[in-house]
């Protein structure tokens, strides 16, 4: 069974005003488009096109929780009661991201974490919506996001600290290049670095969010000044070290001036997808999203402790026992190409994968129609992000143009998508 289903885009302050417009072939809301959910998350529940479909419910949470065994299949509905303990649902979500502004630093638990937590905070009668609320839900929040544009910029887990130890080098000699050095303020740093990464945040957090020694203030501004002081250097022709990660201090800093994540950002890997690249992140990895267009898939939480580079709530206690301080190199994740432009994005965890169909148009010439195959792993939502396609499972057909998305019953079993242009298909991990 196939069901047109569609959204409204989020409008957080961070999102772009026209990305997600132009990639979908809409009329820009005119206000900030961050994130279009496609999924039956409380927060967004997709909405169905033509309600009739599904006996009259509005929304694909309202049909999935009235229906399982028809929306999710039986089989699925089952395995997903038995392993939650609790009503059937679609484990992942599906997103089309637009960040015009840099999103906060951020860490999503593991499912034992989360379970913990959110039955903790309902026994201290912490509502779920309140605003100083860590756990909305017993789940975990791994993710992955597939680059849109050219470009896709990110922080993410922490980096090897022999590159933190060349950034501070980097640091000391831009200081030494002023007028007033001010080596004592990167001192701090250096010297926290040696009880460990945990310490370091620790400090930063404490001492910068109203501590009382004014240390983390002081380095924030230098670490700042030292970063426009590199791109006034490298506009007289300097070639200076780590230039990426000090344009991203200038971008904080102007987004959120005197915020101690400015310099934890240096703490972590500077990545720069080109299109089509993937990160996968996993429970733990602390990052935030700069700029750009992406295709996202996450496990269907709303569980989010934040470390900075935002005025919402931060519980620096959870976000240390969530967060995984091992360093290590950017959390990239290659494709398993299964045909000619079919490739599979696979995690290694049950609630979702990532599959990306690509029919080019010119190279299907003279044949002006392509197919590709995939088989369902479970329930399934799949948006087309370019071109057109007929969709072909084993009861039904849908056509999919640029811009519409359907949820797909797990009874159609194989898909054949025939046409030219971009698909993107979200199902649970085989």
């Given amino acids: 069974m196939f069901v047109g289903i569609t959204n409204t885009p989020r409008d957080y302050a961070w999102g772009s005003r026209h990305a997600i417009a132009d990639l979908l072939g809409r009329t820009p809301s005119g206000g900030p488009e961050a994130e279009l959910w496609l999924g039956a998350h409380a927060g967004s529940p997709s909405v169905i096109e033509d309600a009739a479909e599904v006996g009259g419910f509005p929304d694909l949470a309202g049909w999935i929780a009235a229906s399982p065994e028809t929306a999710l299949g039986a089989g699925w509905a089952t395995r997903q009661a ?3 303990g609790a009503a059937p649902r679609l484990p992942f979500l599906l997103k089309i991201l637009a960040a015009g502004r840099p999103l906060s630093l951020q860490a ?3 499912t034992e974490q989360a379970r913990a937590g959110f039955a903790l905070e309902n026994d201290a009668g912490i509502a779920v919506d309140a605003g100083n609320r860590n756990y909305r839900d017993p789940f975990h929040k791994p993710e992955l996001i597939f680059a849109l544009s050219d470009t896709f910029e990110a922080l993410c887990g922490f980096r090897p600290l022999a590159e933190v ?8 000699l831009l200081d030494l290049a002023t007028e007033y050095p001010q080596a004592a303020a990167i001192d701090l740093l250096e010297q926290h670095l040696a009880e460990g990464l945990r310490d370091t945040v620790d400090w930063l957090l404490r001492d910068g969010r ?18 426009e002081h590199a791109a006034f250097l490298a506009d007289g022709g300097a070639n200076i070290g780590y230039a990426s990660e000090l344009e991203a201090v200038r971008v904080l800093a102007a987004e959120y001036p005197g915020d101690p994540g400015i310099v934890i950002g240096l703490l972590l890997n500077r990545v720069s997808l080109k ?14 999203y700069l700029s750009g267009l992406g295709v996202e898939v996450m496990a269907a939480s709303d569980n989010v402790l934040r470390g900075g580079l935002t005025p919402k709530h931060i519980d620096i206690e959870e976000l240390l026992a969530v967060l995984d301080f091992t360093p290590e190199a950017s959390p990239r994740l290659a494709p398993i190409v299964v045909a000619d432009g079919v490739a599979r994005y696979r995690p290694g965890i049950t609630d979702f994968e990532l599959v990306h169909i690509h029919a080019d148009a010119a190279a299907a010439s003279p044949t002006p129609v392509t197919m590709r195959q995939i088989t369902l792993t479970g329930p399934a939502i799949a948006i087309c992000t370019a071109g057109g396609f007929l969709v072909a499972g084993s009861s039904s057909s849908r056509p999919l143009k640029r811009g519409q998305a359907v949820y797909v019953t797990p009874d159609e079993g194989t898909l054949t ?5 971009e698909v993107f298909l979200a199902m649970p991990g085989a």
């Fill in 82 to 84: 038995d392993a939650a």
């Fill in 210 to 227: 109203g501590g009382d020694s004014g240390e983390v203030k002081w380095l924030v501004e230098r670490v700042v000044a030292l970063a």
């Fill in 275 to 288: 299109r089509g690249e993937v990160l996968y992140l996993p429970a733990g990895n602390i990052h935030a």
């Fill in 165 to 172: 130890h060349g950034i501070i080098a980097e640091l000391r």
């Fill in 417 to 421: 998508f025939a046409g030219t242009g």
């Fill in 108 to 110: 999503h638990p593991t």
